[in-house]
Structure formats: C-alpha cells, structure tokens
C-alpha cells in the first residue's frame, strides 16, 4: 500500500440474498482527503460506509487500514468514528458529557477530558453550551454536537453518513462549509456519503461516483463534472445535452449534420460517440450567426438563471441563459471546443 493510503477496500462484494449490492468494489483512500461517495438511492455508499465501519461485514474481498487487515477487528477497535444522519445524542445528558462519553469510556482522567472537550466545542463553535440539554439546540448545533463527539476521540478516520439530510438548505450549505473548514484544520479524512450532487460537488477533494453496486468514476469535482465517464455520470451530475455523433478525426466531431471543433482524441475514425455538453456552456445569439440554430419551446425561471428548451431539427436542446427570451423565438447557438466532450458509446 502507498505511504498515503490511509484505507485499501480490495474487491468488496456485499451480497443479501440473491441481492449484489456492491460487485468487485475497489477503492483507495487517502490520509487527511475528503472523499465524497455519491449516488442514488440503494446503489451501495452507505453499505460501502458500514464495511469500512465494521458494522457490515464482506462475503468476499479484504479492508485493509494502515497496511492491517481488519476484516475481522470489531467497529470499536477501529480508529474510525461515524456521524449518522440521526444523530442519535443521549438525551438525558447535557452537550458536555455526550462530548465526554467516548473519553470517559477510555477512562482518561478528569483534567484530560475537560480540556479535550472544551477544546472540540470551541471548534464547533459551541464553547458556551457545555450545560443545555440537546434538546434545546437547532439542528445545526445537534448536529455539530454530534461532529465533536466523534472527533474528541481523535479517529483517523470519520465517516458521515448523510448527516446534513435533515438540515434545512440554507444551514445545509453553510454547514457543507463548517464541515470542509474542520475537516482542514484537523486533518482527519473524511468519508462523506449524499445523493446531494451540488453538496458532493462544493465540499469534496474526490468524489466517488457509484451506480448499482459498481463505481462508475472517481476524480476531482471538476473532473466528474466536466468529463464524465459514461452517460449514467454525465446524467447524474448536474444536466446535460447528450446528442449522437461520429468522432470524425482528432479533435473533430460531427453532430447535428455539423462538423465541430473539440479538444478529445484517441478515438476511431468514423467511430460513433456521444456528445456531451453542459447546457451553461451553451452560448446564444442570432439565428443566422449561430453554428446551430432552433426555435425555443419552453422558458423556465430558476432564480439565477432562465432554463430554455429548444427545439434544433429533431433534438431538443435545454439550455440555460441569464437572459430571457421568448417562447417561438428563433435563435442561434454557438459551442466552443473546450466546451464539448466526447464519451464512447457503453452501457451504464
């Protein structure tokens, strides 16, 4: 194992039944990232999350942490803590001793815990609140609570599962920054489980991109949004125009009975492909002054932006544009080739 591999996930399969939930997974993750695992409902993350927790365990493949495997090591041997969606604080005890259980546990003196937990509530901005009762708190500050509770014990690694889920979306963004921010002073890796594509998007180093089991990609955000693997990730992340096309030569692709500049390579001659652009990067104008031009079905406001659905010989096109304009009108596109991405042919 690399010397900055802090967890090796080695062909994981995870089967209930006749159900496969993970297939051949395999995965690194690296000391002091935040590594996002993304994707619907019932395709595997969370599952993948109890493996690396203990509180799942594999029909085949090995979970090696520090260069040990730890297959068979019980989740409290681990040096990894969770956080849940629920964030499941013990109600008959006030914001300093739910803080102090796990250390209280290890049986560190009185003065250690103290200053470990006083310490923790100050960098969740919760030094103050030792004395109220958990009930009394927003869901932010439950949920920081529960944040300072798992980290006092200084895991190497931490593991969330969806725990910004019940969070209103304005606390949610500004938690998925209080999150990112601790995550960097600590230094700790974290392993973040969503569906939430802009959350996945905004907080992580890498993210994992999972679909029936199987990972389909794994890279930057940047990566993942802007050159996606296959059609199900390019779908996944955001919108996206996905139109047939034949890769004509290098850095030429031809879609829409056009030929058009583009930055990919590597493909076969004549080999058919699809085409995919982001409808943000679409630029428009006149219709005689456009590459491609159509006539607009549908205008949508959607607060920053107006979503328009175009209609250019028999694809429709969704673009999004500051201005507005008017439904039935003609106009024109324009797409630059960095803004064209060129994925083979495959099944999701």
Same mark, same amino acid.
């Given at each position: 194992?690399?010397?900055?591999?802090? @967890?090796?996930l080695n062909n994981i399969t995870?089967?209930?039944?006749?159900?496969?939930?993970?297939?051949?997974?395999?995965?690194?993750?690296?000391?002091?990232?935040?590594?996002?695992?993304?994707?619907?409902?019932? =395709?595997? !993350?969370?599952?993948?999350?109890?493996? @690396?927790?203990?509180?799942?365990?594999?029909?085949? +493949?090995?979970?090696?942490?520090?260069?040990?495997?730890?297959?068979?090591?019980? %989740?409290y041997k681990r040096q990894i803590?969770?956080?849940?969606?629920?964030?499941? &604080?013990?109600?008959?005890?006030?914001?300093?001793?739910?803080?102090?259980?796990?250390?209280?546990?290890?049986?560190?003196?009185? !003065?250690?815990?103290?200053?470990?937990? $006083? +310490?923790?509530?100050?960098?969740?901005?919760?030094?103050?609140?030792?004395?109220?009762?958990?009930?009394?708190?927003?869901?932010?500050?439950?949920?920081?609570?529960?944040?300072?509770?798992?980290?006092?014990?200084? %895991?190497?690694?931490?593991?969330?599962?969806?725990?910004?889920?019940?969070?209103?979306?304005?606390?949610? !963004? /500004?938690?998925?920054? /209080?999150?990112?921010?601790?995550?960097?002073? &600590?230094?700790?890796?974290?392993?973040?489980?969503?569906?939430?594509?802009?959350?996945?998007?905004?907080?992580?180093?890498?993210?994992? #991109?999972?679909? !029936?089991?199987?990972? $389909?990609?794994?890279?930057?955000?940047?990566?993942?949004?802007?050159?996606?693997?296959?059609?199900? #990730?390019?779908?996944?992340?955001?919108?996206?125009?996905?139109?047939?096309?034949?890769?004509? /030569?290098?850095?030429?692709?031809?879609?829409?009975?056009?030929?058009?500049? =583009?930055?990919?390579?590597?493909?076969?001659?004549?080999?058919?492909?699809?085409?995919? @652009?982001? %409808?943000?990067?679409?630029?428009?104008?006149?219709?005689?002054?456009?590459?491609?031009?159509?006539?607009?079905?549908?205008?949508?406001?959607?607060?920053?932006?107006? /979503?328009?659905?175009?209609?250019?010989?028999?694809?429709?096109?969704?673009?999004?544009?500051?201005?507005?304009?008017?439904? +039935?009108?003609?106009?024109?596109?324009?797409?630059?080739?960095?803004?064209?991405?060129?994925?083979?042919?495959?099944?999701?």
């Amino acid at each position: 194992m690399e010397k900055d591999i802090l @967890i090796e996930l080695n062909n994981i399969t995870k089967k209930y039944d006749d159900n496969t939930v993970l297939e051949s997974l395999n995965l690194q993750v690296r000391r002091n990232e935040f590594i996002t695992l993304l994707g619907p409902s019932g =395709c595997g !993350k969370t599952t993948t999350l109890n493996i @690396i927790a203990g509180f799942e365990t594999v029909d085949t +493949g090995s979970i090696i942490f520090e260069d040990k495997v730890i297959n068979e090591v019980p %989740p409290y041997k681990r040096q990894i803590n969770t956080v849940f969606q629920k964030y499941a &604080l013990f109600a008959h005890m006030n914001i300093y001793e739910n803080v102090a259980f796990g250390l209280r546990i290890k049986k560190l003196p009185e !003065k250690e815990i103290k200053k470990k937990v $006083q +310490g923790m509530l100050k960098m969740v901005e919760l030094d103050g609140f030792e004395k109220r009762s958990t009930d009394s708190l927003s869901g932010g500050q439950q949920q920081r609570v529960a944040i300072a509770r798992a980290l006092v014990n200084e %895991p190497k690694l931490l593991l969330l599962d969806e725990p910004l889920g019940a969070l209103d979306s304005k606390l949610r !963004k /500004e938690m998925q920054i /209080e999150l990112k921010n601790i995550q960097k002073q &600590l230094g700790i890796t974290f392993v973040f489980v969503t569906h939430d594509q802009e959350e996945a998007l905004t907080m992580s180093d890498t993210i994992v #991109v999972m679909n !029936k089991g199987k990972i $389909q990609q794994i890279g930057t955000p940047e990566d993942i949004y802007n050159e996606p693997k296959n059609r199900f #990730v390019a779908n996944f992340i955001g919108e996206s125009n996905i139109i047939d096309g034949v890769m004509e /030569e290098d850095f030429k692709v031809h879609f829409q009975e056009k030929a058009f500049e =583009c930055l990919d390579k590597g493909f076969n001659k004549d080999e058919k492909v699809e085409v995919v @652009i982001r %409808p943000e990067d679409i630029k428009i104008t006149e219709s005689n002054h456009g590459m491609l031009s159509g006539k607009i079905t549908s205008v949508v406001f959607r607060g920053v932006h107006y /979503e328009m659905k175009v209609q250019i010989a028999n694809t429709e096109w969704v673009i999004h544009n500051t201005l507005h304009a008017q439904v +039935g009108e003609n106009i024109g596109i324009n797409i630059f080739p960095n803004d064209i991405h060129i994925m083979r042919k495959a099944s999701e």
